[in-house]
């Protein structure tokens, strides 16, 4: 046992090291090799048209460095330099495809960091009070684990005995513990910090978390998105205009007496063109994939990063997105007819087969009341009817004459409830009978009255307790006289103004009172969607809930507009009209009723939790489930944008300085006046060409970190980002080469003096 303790505690520190080196590892020969073996013409001819005209070009100053006697007129510099050109402009092809090769390295190494948690660990399988070393591979659904602390949990699973701390930096990357107890769930693959647990586990082999989100970012493609595809094309254009200059340059000094250097042409060619983009612009797309990974969202292609760069319109569920998404009850609320104790018995009654978040805290606050209602035998055994977005009702449904049966799970339950109104010596001693008799007569009022008459006349026809939104059940309960819709609709909208939600309770079509619910609005959700705004984005809140309250927590969030009462037909209408004058929306869902807007919007971000549907309709998948992290997807695809904006920027400047460099070292020899455009008072034709393509090779690396860390996004207005990146990267990207020529130049002047 001991030795199992042992093997799995070491497993999760070899884990750890290695997440932890996930990016040096990515730095192996199979980079090198994939790097080299990228070189391929045909594979550079049909995915980068720049880099297949540079390697091109080394083909021809190699072929000119074994041949170097072939023309007297094209080849006019000694061997050595057009071996020393051919070697610079290899590696400048090599580093490009270097750059893609490690990017790619990095997003394997996602998987290949969470692989190693899928490999066999031993593990205690309790079997008659007993723990049973066993491999995990054995294990099944229902089979019960104990996990000590430092051990790696074997697989996805229940806690049922137990608090501990549990780490999940390899799954959702954050640093910090999460605390676990009873009836909490555990990811396979993560590592008990503290204590020991229990767990029951709930996934067979091969269909846990873990191996869901290893699939998903397997069978996540790749395909260019349009904007590379539009600037693969703008750099095909260059380089043939290039070339064709070239070539035109070629002829017409040959006409005109010049000596033209074949190696010198191909120089300024390589120089000319925008090889810096060229050679970053598949790491850059490559990248954003990768660092959306590290938000746990997993994005089946490149499409909605791009689109998320230029999203103008967020639509934004209120619940789960905006506020936390558990609702809890806070308040009964009576109509002038009843009391509050009556509201919190129907409450409980139309809340007891509720398994929900919202349901449970409407049972725990009418348990913490002692609010039980009569006939529970009855109540627990009731058929449920279950809440959809159609109905916006749930509750319960039963015959109050019927005589039902317990089962052990239930009559336990009814036990559990007794201790709440009477002693737990009186609750565990009684039988079921007495039990019924123990509750009922803790309950009394109006409701207690009303439920015992119907069972006492022998009401055969079904009973149904309701809870839903406001003007549903006014709706159910409009042929009942009795009802004052006013009253109800004035209390509803006082608990709306304080931004809560209000629920009204009904028996059949006799509504009784409220139950108020609180949701909090997200930590920090006011900053974060002042910074979307900042950048040009429009919010909007799509809820349910009624008019007033969906204003009130809309204006609290600081949303730009609210939709309030909506359906789930409703998200579609609105993307598509946002669509049609021209805006690019981002949308969360988890719903089959959200796949259509999913599908639709430009970012469609489904929550791993939701249904296949969902999942299937959207573009990116968040395996965290947390809605919010659209407002990461959106500032990602921001900084994608500007990253590959900056770099081309950068690239189509700095340019002009190489076109100084070279042009004059070409003809200064025939025409003393080109001198004049040697500026950079460079120190001979060779060093000139020579420290102009070794800049031009070396910047690709250089900038490599730049293309895979992305530059850092700062919240702003379009206009501002433009004239900041001219500033920075056009200007920058203009005057580095000048300072970086000359220092190659001199350096080289000094060891070929």
């Not at 493609?221 to 254009?237: F, M, S, Y």
């Given at each position: 046992?001991?030795?199992?303790?042992?093997?799995?505690?070491?497993?999760?520190?070899?884990?750890?090291?290695?997440?932890?080196?996930?990016?040096?590892?990515?730095?192996?020969?199979?980079?090198?090799?994939?790097?080299?073996?990228?070189?391929?013409?045909?594979?550079?001819?049909?995915?980068?048209?720049?880099?297949?005209?540079?390697?091109?070009?080394?083909?021809?100053?190699?072929?000119?460095?074994?041949?170097?006697?072939?023309?007297?007129?094209?080849?006019?510099?000694?061997?050595?330099?057009?071996?020393?050109?051919?070697?610079?402009?290899?590696?400048?092809?090599?580093?490009?495809?270097?750059?893609?090769?490690?990017?790619?390295?990095?997003?394997?190494?996602?998987?290949?960091?969470?692989?190693?948690?899928?490999?066999?660990?031993?593990?205690?399988?309790?079997?008659?009070?007993?723990?049973?070393?066993?491999?995990?591979?054995?294990?099944?659904?229902?089979?019960?684990?104990?996990?000590?602390?430092?051990?790696?949990?074997?697989?996805?699973?229940?806690?049922?005995?137990?608090?501990?701390?549990?780490?999940?930096?390899?799954?959702?990357?954050?640093?910090?513990?999460?605390?676990?107890?009873?009836?909490?769930?555990?990811?396979?693959?993560?590592?008990?910090?503290?204590?020991?647990?229990?767990?029951?586990?709930?996934?067979?082999?091969?269909?846990?978390?873990?191996?869901?989100?290893?699939?998903?970012?397997?069978?996540?493609?790749?395909?260019?998105?349009?904007?590379?595809?539009?600037?693969?094309?703008?750099?095909?254009?260059?380089?043939?205009?290039?070339?064709?200059?070239?070539?035109?340059?070629?002829?017409?000094?040959?006409?005109?007496?010049?000596?033209?250097?074949?190696?010198?042409?191909?120089?300024?060619?390589?120089?000319?063109?925008?090889?810096?983009?060229?050679?970053?612009?598949?790491?850059?797309?490559?990248?954003?994939?990768?660092?959306?990974?590290?938000?746990?969202?997993?994005?089946?292609?490149?499409?909605?990063?791009?689109?998320?760069?230029?999203?103008?319109?967020?639509?934004?569920?209120?619940?789960?997105?905006?506020?936390?998404?558990?609702?809890?009850?806070?308040?009964?609320?009576?109509?002038?007819?009843?009391?509050?104790?009556?509201?919190?018995?129907?409450?409980?009654?139309?809340?007891?087969?509720?398994?929900?978040?919202?349901?449970?805290?409407?049972?725990?606050?009418?348990?913490?009341?002692?609010?039980?209602?009569?006939?529970?035998?009855?109540?627990?055994?009731?058929?449920?009817?279950?809440?959809?977005?159609?109905?916006?009702?749930?509750?319960?449904?039963?015959?109050?004459?019927?005589?039902?049966?317990?089962?052990?799970?239930?009559e336990e339950e009814l036990r559990n409830l007794a201790k709440t109104v009477t002693s737990q010596q009186e609750a565990e001693s009684s039988t079921l009978e007495n039990l019924e008799d123990v509750i009922d007569r803790s309950s009394h009022g109006k409701i207690h009255d009303m439920l015992l008459e119907m069972e006492k006349n022998s009401l055969a026809n079904p009973v149904r307790i309701l809870k839903g939104s406001v003007d549903v059940i006014l709706e159910l309960a409009k042929s009942n006289p009795n009802v004052n819709a006013a009253e109800l609709k004035w209390k509803a909208q006082e608990v709306s103004k304080k931004g809560e939600t209000p629920l009204a309770i009904a028996i059949n079509d006799e509504i009784i009172g409220l139950v108020v619910l609180k949701d909090n609005l997200k930590e920090n959700i006011r900053e974060k969607l002042a910074e979307v705004h900042a950048a040009g984005i429009?919010?909007?809140?799509?809820?349910?809930?009624?008019?007033?309250?969906?204003?009130?927590?809309?204006?609290?969030?600081?949303?730009?507009?609210?939709?309030?009462?909506?359906?789930?037909?409703?998200?579609?209408?609105?993307?598509?009209?946002?669509?049609?004058?021209?805006?690019?929306?981002?949308?969360?869902?988890?719903?089959?009723?959200?796949?259509?807007?999913?599908?639709?919007?430009?970012?469609?971000?489904?929550?791993?939790?939701?249904?296949?549907?969902?999942?299937?309709?959207?573009?990116?998948?968040?395996?965290?489930?947390?809605?919010?992290?659209?407002?990461?997807?959106?500032?990602?695809?921001?900084?994608?944008?500007?990253?590959?904006?900056?770099?081309?920027?950068?690239?189509?400047?700095?340019?002009?300085?190489?076109?100084?460099?070279?042009?004059?070292?070409?003809?200064?020899?025939?025409?003393?006046?080109?001198?004049?455009?040697?500026?950079?008072?460079?120190?001979?034709?060779?060093?000139?060409?020579?420290?102009?393509?070794?800049?031009?090779?070396?910047?690709?690396?250089?900038?490599?970190?730049?293309?895979?860390?992305?530059?850092?996004?700062?919240?702003?207005?379009?206009?501002?980002?433009?004239?900041?990146?001219?500033?920075?990267?056009?200007?920058?990207?203009?005057?580095?080469?000048?300072?970086?020529?000359?220092?190659?130049?001199?350096?080289?002047?000094?060891?070929?003096?």
């Amino acid at each position: 046992m001991n030795t199992s303790k042992l093997n799995n505690k070491n497993e999760s520190k070899n884990y750890n090291h290695n997440h932890k080196s996930s990016i040096v590892t990515a730095i192996n020969s199979k980079v090198m090799l994939d790097s080299v073996a990228k070189l391929d013409p045909r594979y550079l001819a049909k995915n980068n048209p720049v880099i297949f005209t540079v390697e091109l070009g080394f083909l021809v100053v190699l072929f000119i460095a074994i041949f170097p006697n072939i023309s007297e007129t094209f080849v006019t510099q000694n061997q050595v330099f057009y071996i020393e050109a051919a070697i610079i402009l290899i590696l400048t092809a090599w580093f490009a495809t270097f750059s893609e090769s490690l990017s790619e390295a990095q997003a394997r190494a996602r998987v290949d960091s969470l692989k190693q948690l899928e490999k066999e660990v031993t593990s205690r399988r309790i079997e008659h009070g007993k723990e049973v070393v066993v491999e995990s591979s054995h294990l099944k659904p229902g089979d019960e684990v104990k996990v000590y602390a430092g051990e790696l949990i074997p697989r996805d699973g229940l806690v049922i005995s137990g608090k501990t701390f549990i780490d999940e930096s390899m799954m959702t990357g954050e640093s910090n513990p999460v605390f676990k107890e009873k009836d909490d769930h555990v990811i396979g693959g993560t590592i008990v910090t503290t204590d020991n647990i229990i767990v029951e586990i709930t996934a067979e082999a091969g269909k846990s978390y873990l191996d869901e989100m290893v699939g998903l970012i397997q069978n996540a493609t790749r395909p260019k998105t349009q904007n590379e595809i539009a600037l693969t094309i703008l750099l095909a254009g260059l380089s043939i205009i290039f070339i064709t200059a070239i070539g035109t340059l070629l002829f017409s000094a040959y006409f005109l007496g010049y000596n033209t250097d074949i190696a010198t042409l191909v120089a300024l060619l390589v120089a000319l063109m925008p090889t810096t983009i060229g050679g970053l612009l598949p790491p850059i797309g490559v990248a954003g994939i990768t660092r959306l990974g590290k938000y746990n969202i997993i994005a089946k292609s490149g499409k909605g990063i791009e689109a998320a760069g230029d999203c103008d319109i967020l639509i934004l569920d209120k619940t789960g997105t905006i506020t936390e998404g558990s609702r809890s009850a806070i308040e009964f609320v009576p109509m002038e007819r009843y009391t509050e104790e009556d509201v919190g018995r129907v409450a409980y009654a139309a809340s007891i087969q509720d398994n929900t978040h919202e349901g449970k805290s409407i049972v725990d606050l009418s348990e913490e009341r002692k609010y039980l209602p009569p006939m529970l035998e009855k109540l627990i055994s009731a058929k449920p009817i279950e809440f959809t977005a159609e109905t916006r009702v749930s509750g319960i449904e039963f015959i109050p004459n019927k005589i039902v049966r317990l089962d052990k799970e239930d009559e336990e339950e009814l036990r559990n409830l007794a201790k709440t109104v009477t002693s737990q010596q009186e609750a565990e001693s009684s039988t079921l009978e007495n039990l019924e008799d123990v509750i009922d007569r803790s309950s009394h009022g109006k409701i207690h009255d009303m439920l015992l008459e119907m069972e006492k006349n022998s009401l055969a026809n079904p009973v149904r307790i309701l809870k839903g939104s406001v003007d549903v059940i006014l709706e159910l309960a409009k042929s009942n006289p009795n009802v004052n819709a006013a009253e109800l609709k004035w209390k509803a909208q006082e608990v709306s103004k304080k931004g809560e939600t209000p629920l009204a309770i009904a028996i059949n079509d006799e509504i009784i009172g409220l139950v108020v619910l609180k949701d909090n609005l997200k930590e920090n959700i006011r900053e974060k969607l002042a910074e979307v705004h900042a950048a040009g984005i429009t919010t909007i809140m799509i809820t349910g809930d009624n008019q007033v309250t969906a204003q009130v927590i809309g204006q609290e969030a600081n949303v730009n507009q609210v939709m309030a009462e909506a359906k789930p037909t409703d998200k579609l209408q609105r993307v598509l009209e946002e669509q049609q004058k021209g805006h690019i929306i981002g949308m969360v869902g988890d719903g089959t009723n959200d796949a259509p807007a999913l599908a639709k919007a430009d970012i469609g971000l489904a929550m791993n939790s939701g249904t296949a549907a969902a999942k299937e309709a959207a573009n990116m998948v968040d395996l965290d489930s947390d809605p919010s992290k659209i407002l990461k997807v959106v500032k990602l695809g921001k900084q994608l944008l500007m990253t590959r904006g900056a770099i081309t920027t950068f690239s189509i400047a700095n340019d002009a300085a190489k076109y100084f460099a070279i042009l004059p070292s070409m003809y200064a020899a025939d025409n003393p006046k080109l001198a004049a455009l040697n500026i950079m008072q460079l120190h001979n034709p060779e060093t000139a060409i020579l420290s102009t393509l070794i800049f031009n090779a070396i910047i690709i690396p250089a900038l490599i970190p730049l293309s895979l860390k992305g530059i850092k996004f700062k919240a702003e207005q379009t206009q501002q980002l433009f004239v900041r990146n001219i500033l920075i990267y056009g200007l920058g990207g203009a005057a580095l080469p000048f300072v970086g020529i000359k220092a190659i130049d001199m350096l080289l002047s000094t060891f070929m003096r």
